[in-house]
């Protein structure tokens, strides 16, 4: 008995060698469009779709597959006597194999704001062939990956039955997952167009990048998942297996990191905020910089620079213990120095400036994921808002409340504890010297108690707080921030303001000769 395969897909990797080998099993070839085409110009015999059904392709191609003698073929139950009576009286046969993948909606999405042509790019007859070949698994072989062909081939000539049921199960949920999150993109699509993006239902799709040793704890499992392709395509990881609280460090510090532009900087993550950073005239000083802050909490954290690691900094850092290093590339002499210590782990992210989503340029900087949205996982569902966003002149543009006005000098590191403040976890005082983080306390119930734990911080580690700026993620509540701040020297504040109390805030700012100014945008991290 002949056996038929359809071959209709967007993605048209390897698709001539696929064919060729199905071919050689025996499958004739059925197929549409340009698929048909490219199948056509590499010599390959496939018929179109319509001369198998009679029926003409219609509406600009938006029929073409939806035919009982299309999904009849592909969902009568081969085990089935009235099925099988039914696919007879019907001159059905039997399709076995369908390799088809979807239109790439994503993409005419970030390419096209034409609503028209946006509508068009929604696939509908091959979504419907997968849908069917896939709820036919016991019989149908689904394929929806060019990764897959190889493995689908030497399934299909071993023709042991009950492996060939297993692996096409597996096949059945990779085609329903690749399902599945084309509606998901089409339909968030749709809620962000029309309804601002809070729609009555909201999707969080991700690929699975990599499995992780376990959770934020031994006793849960983990996995790294991504909406977009970015973890996939441009982190490498080089040394060691990153974890599960790794990856939510290294999170934060390209978070940080990419707010820099492309200024020498170095950033320490430990448990997701920050305690060290600098900006130097070149990356060893501030590397060096970063570690005044808060050198003992340093230890075993997530260290990240913006440029190529070379040996010299490599032998700067062997001498104190990070856990993960992050850099925009390394070079192989150096790698070579990190695989002596067993514990270092080692990650680059890769410069591409074709990628819209990556920060970079050839000499620093480094690709980094800004998502437009974030979510939050609550017991019973999620928190969903746009990403929070701190806008490149939020400091130069902030209204000076004071008598004193802030030199250019302390307006840069207020710009600095500004943007470390934003992604430090509330409530949070970020105190900065020299383009340094000279002192920090965050995730306190109480801003004067965070207050208190940076300036302690300071005096244990010997950092003099003399002349640095501060900023607060959001409003002083009471002068008293003030009045601490004003005994360790602090010059210039920045806020957000909006206190009932601002003008106590402002006089005790005025007492104390220090500057202020207020931002009138807060900056809360929970």
């Given at each position: 008995m002949q056996k038929y395969a359809i071959i209709s897909v967007s993605d048209k990797s390897n698709i001539e060698s696929f064919t060729k080998k199905l071919i050689d099993l025996g499958y004739k070839i059925l197929s549409t469009g340009g698929t048909l085409q490219v199948l056509k110009q590499y010599g390959i015999e496939a018929s179109d779709i319509s001369s198998y059904t009679y029926t003409e392709e219609?509406?600009?191609?938006?029929?073409?597959?939806?035919?009982?003698?299309?999904?009849?073929?592909?969902?009568?139950?081969?085990?089935?006597?009235?099925?099988?009576?039914?696919?007879?009286?019907?001159?059905?046969?039997?399709?076995?194999?369908?390799?088809?993948?979807?239109?790439?909606?994503?993409?005419?999405?970030?390419?096209?704001?034409?609503?028209?042509?946006?509508?068009?790019?929604?696939?509908?007859?091959?979504?419907?062939?997968?849908?069917?070949?896939?709820?036919?698994?016991?019989?149908?072989?689904?394929?929806?990956?060019?990764?897959?062909?190889?493995?689908?081939?030497?399934?299909?000539?071993?023709?042991?039955?009950?492996?060939?049921?297993?692996?096409?199960?597996?096949?059945?949920?990779?085609?329903?997952?690749?399902?599945?999150?084309?509606?998901?993109?089409?339909?968030?699509?749709?809620?962000?167009?029309?309804?601002?993006?809070?729609?009555?239902?909201?999707?969080?799709?991700?690929?699975?990048?990599?499995?992780?040793?376990?959770?934020?704890?031994?006793?849960?499992?983990?996995?790294?998942?991504?909406?977009?392709?970015?973890?996939?395509?441009?982190?490498?990881?080089?040394?060691?297996?990153?974890?599960?609280?790794?990856?939510?460090?290294?999170?934060a510090a390209l978070k940080i990191i990419r707010a820099f532009g492309d200024s020498h900087c170095a950033c320490i993550i430990k448990h997701g905020n920050p305690c060290g950073f600098a900006i130097r005239n070149d990356i060893i000083s501030a590397y060096q910089g970063a570690m005044i802050c808060d050198s003992v909490s340093a230890y075993g954290g997530v260290l990240a620079i913006n440029t190529k690691l070379d040996i010299r900094l490599a032998q700067e850092i062997l001498k104190n213990y990070a856990e993960v290093v992050v850099c925009r590339d390394i070079d192989l002499e150096a790698l070579e120095m990190f695989k002596t210590k067993k514990r270092i782990k080692i990650v680059t992210c890769s410069l591409d400036r074709t990628n819209s989503n990556c920060t970079s340029n050839h000499l620093v900087g480094f690709c980094a994921p800004s998502d437009a949205w974030n979510f939050k996982h609550i017991e019973g569902g999620f928190v969903y808002q746009q990403s929070d966003k701190i806008e490149s002149n939020e400091v130069y543009d902030a209204k000076l409340v004071s008598n004193k006005v802030a030199e250019d000098s302390q307006k840069l590191d207020l710009d600095i504890a500004y943007k470390l403040a934003a992604f430090t976890k509330s409530n949070c005082v970020v105190f900065v010297k020299d383009k340094t983080l000279v002192a920090i306390g965050m995730g306190m119930t109480s801003r004067v108690d965070a207050m208190f734990a940076a300036i302690k911080k300071a005096k244990e580690m010997s950092v003099n707080l003399n002349d640095s700026v501060l900023a607060s993620e959001a409003f002083f509540p009471f002068k008293d921030s003030i009045e601490l701040a004003s005994t360790v020297g602090v010059s210039a504040i920045i806020e957000p303001g909006g206190s009932i109390r601002d003008n106590e805030v402002i006089d005790e700012a005025n007492r104390r000769n220090i500057a202020l100014y207020f931002s009138g945008k807060r900056h809360f991290l929970h």
């Open positions: 219609m509406f600009d191609g938006r029929v073409k597959t939806l035919h009982p003698k299309i999904h009849g073929g592909i969902l009568f139950r081969r085990n089935n006597d009235k099925d099988i009576a039914q696919a007879i009286k019907a001159n059905i046969v039997s399709i076995d194999v369908v390799c088809v993948n979807l239109y790439q909606f994503h993409k005419t999405i970030q390419r096209s704001n034409d609503f028209d042509e946006i509508i068009e790019d929604i696939d509908i007859g091959g979504h419907t062939l997968i849908r069917a070949a896939a709820k036919n698994f016991q019989d149908v072989t689904v394929v929806v990956d060019p990764n897959s062909y190889e493995e689908v081939i030497q399934s299909l000539s071993k023709k042991d039955h009950l492996e060939l049921l297993e692996f096409r199960k597996e096949l059945m949920i990779k085609a329903f997952n690749h399902i599945a999150q084309y509606d998901c993109i089409i339909a968030n699509y749709m809620n962000e167009k029309f309804k601002d993006g809070f729609g009555e239902k909201k999707f969080i799709v991700g690929s699975c990048v990599m499995q992780t040793n376990y959770g934020e704890n031994p006793h849960q499992k983990g996995a790294l998942y991504e909406t977009e392709n970015f973890y996939s395509k441009y982190l490498h990881i080089h040394k060691g297996n990153i974890s599960f609280n790794n990856l939510i460090d290294i999170n």
